[in-house]
């Protein structure tokens, strides 16, 4: 029997992991440099959360969850994105009792069952963080320079910042009433999609990827010409804000997120390079969600985004980088060398320093060859005469140098040497 990896999951292979590492060392420095504290929630939850945060007609509810019964009957939900979670966690443990404005990060899996392509995975993998507790446009401005400080500071550089506002209860019934108006007499010519979405969720419309849709509505009056004086001044001031933040941004009145918890700020961050799937982040203000799951009136706003998107992005702006390797290969030229190799390649270990031997009884040419292909810094060859003499010649793998070492005072050589 032949088993393969579930269609649209991957695996992050040994020779790739050391940059994943990279990466989410880069995010998590940028997130300790905002302030923000690293939350983890399980990976499944309640399907009535997903369900009532995204809401019931979004595609991810829709169509896209890994919802199954355990064998108690209830109903979970492999989490298909992370505020839900952290909502309910939010409230579950009285957070926002600790402190004003909590702001937390994560970074972990997400599962959507999607049809796979380059850059979009049924297992993926996101960052992102939530600002809890804060109405004013400026937590909304440090959140959209926070995610694009990531790819700022990864050197990445084809990307552009897009906000839009999606109004609020008081502004967002009138503007649906406006859209669905226009709307009416091309309806029977839009994509059945689109048609679907008329009644209860028009403002998708907007960002359909049909051709003759986006021709359709491309006069189609956009919310954020028809926002409350609320609403308005919040996005007028988001704006200037991030001028002050030096983010570059431009306005983008499409953008309405295929998510229905937000109210106000709804943004993305899309790349130049990535095709298709190009949205690197989206995220939003969601002021009424942390009531509408029980907790307090809590206004807050966050971000999330793909880290593969991420890896993909970088792949384009990063030099390959081989990722760790051993410091000395300590190879044998015998079999009393190889059984020293093995105890002096653990002592060295306990000393911090990163040690490899022989395990497999190879020739020392191989094991040479073997010292090469690992990219160790330096190799140290024994045998019954350097066992005898208590001294062995260490080789820098980089410089070719050779030198004689004494055996017992290999840990501060090599120490020394690496300075
Ligand atoms: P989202 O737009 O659904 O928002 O996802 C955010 C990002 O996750 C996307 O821009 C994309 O980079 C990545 N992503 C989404 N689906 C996939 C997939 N199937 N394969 C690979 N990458 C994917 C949210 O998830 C919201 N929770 C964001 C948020 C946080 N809003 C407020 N706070």
């Known amino acids: 029997m032949k088993f393969r990896s579930i269609k649209g999951s991957r695996d992050i292979l040994p020779e790739e992991s050391h940059r994943w590492h990279a990466a989410e060392e880069a995010v998590r420095a940028v997130m300790q440099r905002f302030n923000y504290r690293e939350i983890r929630t399980p990976v499944f939850e309640e399907t009535a959360l997903f369900a009532r945060s995204i809401g019931e007609f979004t595609d991810i509810v829709g169509k896209e969850m890994y919802t199954f019964l355990d064998r108690s009957g209830t109903s979970l939900t492999l989490r298909p994105e992370m505020t839900a979670s952290v909502i309910r966690s939010y409230i579950q443990n009285n957070l926002g009792e600790r402190e004003p404005l909590v702001k937390v990060f994560y970074v972990g899996p997400m ?52 906000i839009n506002s999606v109004g609020c209860p008081n502004c967002r019934p009138a503007y649906k009433s406006t859209l669905q108006a226009f ?91 990535l095709g298709s799937q190009d949205a690197l982040v989206g ?61 002096e390649a653990m002592g060295l ?27 160790a810094r330096f190799v140290v060859i024994v045998g019954e005469k350097e066992l005898a003499l208590e001294e062995a010649v260490l080789k820098d793998m980089r410089s070719g140098e050779e030198r004689a070492v004494r055996l017992d005072s290999l840990a501060e050589v090599l120490r020394d040497s690496l300075r």
């Open 111 to 162: 599962f959507r069952q999607e049809r796979p392509q380059a850059g979009r995975l049924r297992q993926f993998h996101q960052f992102g963080a939530e600002a809890i507790g804060g109405a004013a446009p400026e937590v909304d401005a440090e959140v959209i320079a926070l995610s694009a400080e990531v790819y700022r500071s990864l050197g990445v550089k084809n990307y552009s910042v897009k």
């Open 183 to 273: 709307l009416k007499g091309a309806l029977a010519d839009l994509s059945e999609e689109s048609r679907r979405r008329f009644e209860q969720n028009p403002l998708r419309i907007l960002d359909s990827k049909d051709e003759n849709d986006r021709r359709l509505t491309a006069e189609a009056p956009l919310m954020k010409d028809h926002l409350c004086g609320e609403c308005a001044d919040h996005f007028s001031a988001l704006g200037r804000l991030l001028g002050r933040l030096a983010v570059p941004f431009e306005i983008d009145g499409r953008i309405v997120r295929g998510l229905d918890y937000y109210t106000k700020t709804a943004y993305e961050i899309t790349s130049g390079d």
């Open 283 to 343: 995220g939003g203000r969601y002021d009424l969600l942390v009531s509408e799951l029980g907790g307090k009136e809590t206004p807050s706003v966050g971000f999330a985004a793909g880290m593969e998107r991420l890896m993909m992005a970088l792949e384009r702006h990063l030099a390959a980088d081989d990722g760790p390797s051993p410091t000395v290969f300590l190879a044998s030229a015998d079999e009393r060398g190889r059984a020293w190799a093995l105890e």
């Open 349 to 375: 270990r306990r000393k911090g320093i990163a040690s490899e031997s022989d395990l497999l009884g190879r020739s020392l040419k191989a094991q040479m060859r073997e010292a090469d292909r690992q990219r």
